[in-house]
Structures are given as C-alpha cells and as structure tokens.
C-alpha cells in the first residue's frame, strides 16, 4: 500500500483525467496532445509506485549488518569495562586477603609470645612469693592479743607464752629480735585486736613453738584465745586457699600433709609420697581413696587469647 502521500497525488490526478473526460463527453474539443499527458501521468504514477515499494533482501541484509556491527561494538565495549572492574576487584581482594592472612600470622604471633610472658610472669611472681616467704621464715603471726598490751610490753607478754609452750626452753633460746602489730583489716570487727608479727631469733625455736601450739595441751588463761600463725606472704595465702576444699577433707579423714614449694599438698601415704600441685588432680587422687564419691570439675573459662587458624594459606606459583 502507498504511503498518504502518495496515495494524495495520485488522487490528485484521478480526479484530473476524470474532469477532463467529461469535459470531453459534454462536446468539448480535445486539447491536442493529449495521448503525451496522459503518458506523462502514468509515468508518475509509475514513479511513485516504485519509490514506495518495500526494501530489497540486498538493503535488508546491509542494513541487519550495519546493526550487527554496531550491537558487537557496544557490546565488546561493555565488555571490556566489565573485564577492568572484575580484574581490579580481583586485585583488591587479594589484598584483603594478603592483609588478613598477614593480620592472622602476626596475631599469632603476639598470643604465642603472651603465653610465653604469662608463663614467665606466673615463675617470676612465685619465685617472689618463696623469696618473701623466706625472709620471714623465723616470723610468727599471734592473733589474739589484746590491744590493752602496748608495744614496749609486748616481749614480756611474748616471752610469758613462749615458755608456756616450751618449759624446756632457756632464756637464751627464746631470743626475740622484735615484735610490733600490724594494720587491722577492714573487714575485721573494730573490736577485734589486731595481730601481732613476733620474728624468734632461731628458727628451730619458731618451729618447734609452731609445733607445740598445734599439737600442744591448750594456754590456760588469759592465754587461751591465742592463736599461732606462719607469717606468709599474700600470694601465698592465695594460693592456699585455692586448696581448702583439699585440706578440709583431709582434716576430716585425719590425713597428714603439709606444704611444699611451689605451692602444694604434700602428703606420706602407705609409704608413698603424693604431691597436689593442683585441685582437680588432688580431688581425683581423693577419689581414689573413697574420701570423695564423685567430682565435677568446675567449667574454667579463659579469658586468654586464642590462636586464630588463617582461611586460606599461600600457593608458590609453578
């Protein structure tokens, strides 16, 4: 069909002839040369027909590969861009991933080295603790001495107790070097008095009152309340006390022991000698014994850092 255009001219010149027929068929004379117009008329005719015919499979198949082209050419571009984008994500993930295994190896690296400082630390502050220990080896600890007692009397009150304990015991063997009492803890009652530090001259002596204090008949009065205590550094008290359930139970199956370096339960039992460096492997060697029916440990939780395993590891190229 002819496009509007077309299809108006052509119209157009219908509507010619037609007049002009008539024109003819009313007794008109012809116009000469009228065959040659009416040639004319149909080759424009012909003309339009032709310009609006319907493209050729030559144009169809140039015009599809002008299209192809262009389409491969946005394309190959689009391409390329995507092409620039995922090798330089690639780039930056392997950074990150560099970075991270790096981060990983030092972080290591820094818990191996903590653990190796706690452990030096723990050795340090134990080999500290036994150092105070022993300066105050020939030191005793008395509890129950009432405030009234001022420090100038003090020896004389001391020396009255310790030849209660030792009747045996010359002047001479119970030296004193001094004695003096010590700040009251604030969780203690004010009307507690506070504990008296006595350093004996031999040390054999301040065993041996040690000894008779706890194995002894009792002080009669006013001596009575006074208790005797090694004099032990903090850390070391700590320590022991971790082990009271231990001893506790030891007490009450009167098993004998006593305390080692580092801090342990040494106890002689059916001519063997059994060290409990700690509370688990002392519950179980109770348990053993039938002192103990059955034992959880306590769940422990470490705040240590932990070693961190890396996610991937790297591959020597060929």
Not at 91 to 106: G, H, P, Q
């Amino acid at each position: 069909m002819a496009p509007p255009k077309a299809q108006q001219q052509l119209e157009g010149t219908r509507t010619s002839r037609s007049e002009k027929g008539r024109k003819i068929q009313d007794g008109g004379s012809p116009i000469s040369g009228s065959s040659i117009s009416g040639l004319d008329l149909e080759e424009q005719d012909v003309d339009l027909l032709s310009n609006t015919s319907p493209a050729s499979e030559r144009a169809m198949h140039d015009m599809l590969q002008g299209l192809l082209a262009t389409l491969q050419a946005d394309f190959k571009e689009a391409l390329q861009e995507l092409r620039r984008d995922v090798q330089d994500l690639g780039e930056r993930t392997d950074n990150l991933e560099t970075k991270s295994d790096d981060i990983c190896l030092a972080h290591n690296d820094l818990v191996d080295r903590h653990q190796n400082l706690q452990i030096a630390h723990d050795a340090l502050a134990t080999k500290f603790a036994d150092l105070e220990d022993r300066s105050c080896r020939n030191n005793m600890r008395i509890r129950g001495v009432p405030e009234a007692v001022v420090l100038t009397d003090l020896p004389a009150y001391l020396m009255e107790v310790f030849q209660l304990l030792l009747p045996s015991a010359s002047l001479q063997d119970l030296l004193l070097d001094r004695a003096h009492r010590l700040p009251k803890a604030k969780h203690l009652s004010p009307d507690v008095p506070r504990d008296v530090i006595v350093r004996v001259h031999f040390y054999h002596i301040k065993e041996s009152l040690m000894s008779a204090a706890r194995k002894g008949p009792t002080l009669p009065a006013p001596y009575a309340t006074l208790l005797l205590f090694a004099d032990l550094s903090a850390t070391t008290l700590a320590k022991r006390r971790e082990f009271l359930p231990l001893t506790k139970l030891l007490r009450n199956h009167e098993v004998a022991y006593r305390w080692g370096f580092p801090t342990k339960l040494l106890i002689w039992r059916e001519g063997r000698l059994h060290a409990i460096t700690n509370i688990p492997s002392g519950m179980q060697l109770l348990q053993e014994w039938g002192f103990v029916k059955e034992y959880t440990p306590p769940r422990v939780v470490t705040t240590s850092p932990l070693n961190v395993s890396p996610e991937w590891h790297r591959v020597k190229p060929k």
